[in-house]
Each structure stands twice: as C-alpha cells, then as structure tokens.
C-alpha cells in the first residue's frame, strides 16, 4: 500500500512503494534495475543482492552472492550485464548477471586499492573501470586485462567520484573538502584544477555533462553547484539540510537537484531560476557598519578606549558586522539559504517577504540515507542506509518525469 511521507513544504511529497528489508547490516549501494520491477544491493554484511518483484507485491532475493569482504561501492552496466563490488579490502570484483536475473556469475578479481573502496564507475567504450579509496588514490584499470593503468595521490581520503566519458575527465572528491579534476590517459594523468568551497568533507558529487554542471553534496550541509562549462568560476551555494548531504542527483530535463542527507532529509531544488552567487566574506578590523573594532584589534581598542567586539559576516552582502549590526535572521533562497541566517540590519530591510518564498521542497524519509539513485526516465528513487532498510520512491508528484509501467504503488 502506498504510504506517503510528511514534507516541510505541504503540498505533493514522494510517495513510498515499497521497503526492502532482509539485509543484517549497513545497506552501502542500491541501484533500481532499468526496464525491472528489481533492486540491487551491496551491504556491509558481505552480500550481494538482486531482490525481484514478485506477484504478492513483497520483493524477494532472486541472487543472494556472499563476499570475501564488506561491500563498499558498486557499479552497473545494464546493456552488458556486467556489476562491479568494491570491497572494504580494496578490491573490485566483476560478475556478470544472467538475463532473467536468477544467476551471477563471476568473471575477475581487480587489485584496485589498498583500502576500502568508496565509489566506481565502468566506461564500456574505453574498457576502463575507475575507481576511488580509502588508500587516498584514484586508479583505472583495464577490465580485458585485469591489469592496472594508472593511479594518482591525494592527500586525502577519496571518498567520491564523476567521470565525463567523452574527455576522459574525472572529478573526485575527498575527505579534506577539495575537489580535484583530472585528465585521464592510458597511463597517465594530469591534474586540470582543484576546487575549493567546501568546509567539510566532500560526501557526494553529480555531474551533467549537457549543462558541464558540477554539484557537490558535504558534511558541512550544504551543496555547491559549479559552473564547469560557462561562467568561470560560478559557484552557488545551496544551504536546506541540517546534516552532512550524502546523495545528489540532478535531472537536466526538468531543472531540478534532488539532495538526501543523513537525517532522513530529501530536499528538491529548483535550479530553473536565475539564483544569485553567495559573496565572498570580506575581512576587516573594525566593523563594515559602525567602525567598531574587533577583538583582536589592539591599536583601535587602545586608541578608542573600548572593548572589542566579536565579527560575524552578512551573509547576504558579505561584510564583516558585530553583533549589535547584525540583530536579525532571515531565509533568502535566491542565494541558496533556505532557512535562517544572519544577515546585517541594512540587508535585512532590503529583503522583501517575496524574496523569502522558498525555492526548494523538503520531505522526510524517515531512515538515515547514505546512498540515493533515481531512474529518471521513470521518476524512481530508491535510498538506503545504516538502518539496513531499502525504501522505493515515487518521486513523479515532486519532479517532472513520467512513471511507466512496472513499479506501481498496488
């Protein structure tokens, strides 16, 4: 039976059709399977899982592939029927699926890291499976071969990974917030740009490559939209979660960014407006507004005679202000702040009770999601988590996609 799901923004919210349960710890991936009434599943509890519809409505393991290891990650190519694990162990293992989705077969054993696997990605042109790690490296291998191309550093856990197939350009995140993106060769690579905006481990990343969008899911809460193609160096902040974001997925059709963070939040922006860049934080020593000095100012202080002041920052106009010049909050979703933040007392005149409408849907899915996916063409969604609950989602009442035939809430 359908069951829908509270929102903070009334209105149409997604609409739960199924939960999927069986698994006996963390649910690390789920991926809907094109053209399917079926799920796949990777979970710390070292299985594999292809759970099929049955006639009854409840889903059932149709294959149920015990692991050397925790399942940290996974890959599918539905054309080819080809999956790859990531395991906690470092390794990547490749299976082929049979047609009707009752046998998984192995087919090799890649030796991809040294540490637990965080994401992966297969490239069947080029015959590459890419893949990020605990061991602070990316590395491609050739899936003809088994045998490894090329790896590079980072200082940091790579936790996140988007590749643009036609370049061979790859964004990956990691855990000191940075995002770096690389150029692939057969053997080599070489480093294009880092970005930095983040104050907060990177969780997740969503490229469009019709739009050369970037969107970036944090710890910090918040998600960044770059703008890798047009502007330069255009970023926007997008701030509606209250912890860390950890699945992102853009839908270039409709112009929508549908988020899921750690607390059960699914946010869906609309990135079909002219939304405004947050500023850059200015620094000074004295207050932008009354001239008062900040605590650290000791020349001021001493020739003023006064105590210094704490300084917080506008976040509407990005001016350094004490407390007293900055008494008020306020919601300004044209610039991504979704709820309240502190702005400066001459910024908080110049915002209108229109400018304050929200331009984002929140609604709860009420179990800590750690990893989303969406078939888009069929307005689907499907979350998981350490709750080991895998939740199926209507998402056609919130996003613009049609639902076909297969899943049904009946």
Not at 44 to 66: C, F, N
Not at 366 to 379: A, F, L, P, T
Request: glycine share 8%; proline share 2%.
């Amino acid at each position: 039976m359908a069951a829908e799901i509270h929102s903070r923004a009334g209105g149409a919210r997604p609409v739960l059709l199924s939960k999927v349960e069986g698994h006996q710890d963390a649910v690390s991936a789920a991926l809907l399977i094109p053209k399917e009434d079926g799920v796949i599943t990777a979970s710390e509890d070292r299985t594999i899982r292809v759970w099929l519809k049955r006639d009854s409505g409840q889903y059932w393991p149709s294959i149920y592939h015990a692991m050397s290891s925790p399942c940290s990650a996974m890959a599918y190519h539905h054309d080819s029927r080809r999956i790859f694990v990531g395991l906690d162990n470092g390794a990547i293992m490749e299976f082929h699926i049979s047609e009707d989705f009752n046998k998984m077969n192995f087919v090799k054993t890649y030796p991809a890291h040294q540490n637990r696997v965080s994401a992966i990605t297969f490239c069947l042109t080029s015959e590459w499976v890419i893949s990020t790690g605990h061991d602070k490296c990316i590395s491609w291998m050739c899936t003809r071969s088994g045998s490894m191309l090329g790896r590079h550093y980072f200082t940091s856990w790579a936790s996140c990974l988007q590749y643009d197939y036609e370049t061979r350009h790859v964004f990956v995140g990691d855990y000191s917030g940075q995002i770096t993106l690389l150029k692939l060769e057969q053997n080599t690579c070489s480093v294009i740009t880092t970005l930095k905006g983040h104050e907060g481990s990177i969780t997740s990343l969503w490229w469009d490559p019709v739009q050369r969008l970037l969107f970036s899911g944090a710890s910090d809460h918040s998600i960044i939209m770059w703008d890798i193609g047009g502007r330069k160096g255009r970023t926007l902040l997008l701030q509606g979660h209250h912890d860390k974001v950890q699945a992102i997925c853009y839908i270039q059709l409709t112009r929508q960014l549908v988020s899921c963070s750690a607390d059960g939040g699914i946010a869906i922006w609309n990135m079909d407006i002219s939304r405004e860049e947050a500023p850059q934080w200015l620094e000074s020593d004295s207050c932008q507004k009354c001239e008062q000095p900040f605590f650290w100012n000791i020349k001021q202080m001493w020739d003023t005679k006064t105590l210094g002041l704490r300084q917080h920052h506008c976040r509407k106009c990005g001016q350094a202000v004490c407390g007293k010049c900055s008494t008020k909050r306020s919601s300004y979703p044209i610039m991504g702040f979704e709820f309240q933040v502190r702005v400066c007392d001459s910024c908080f005149e110049s915002i209108k009770d229109e400018d304050r409408t929200s331009l984002a849907t929140f609604h709860e899915g009420k179990h800590n999601i750690s990893h989303m996916s969406m078939d888009i063409s069929r307005g689907l969604m499907v979350t998981c988590g350490s709750d080991r609950i895998v939740k199926i989602w209507d998402m056609t009442p919130v996003v613009g996609c049609s639902l076909a035939t297969g899943f049904s809430s009946r």
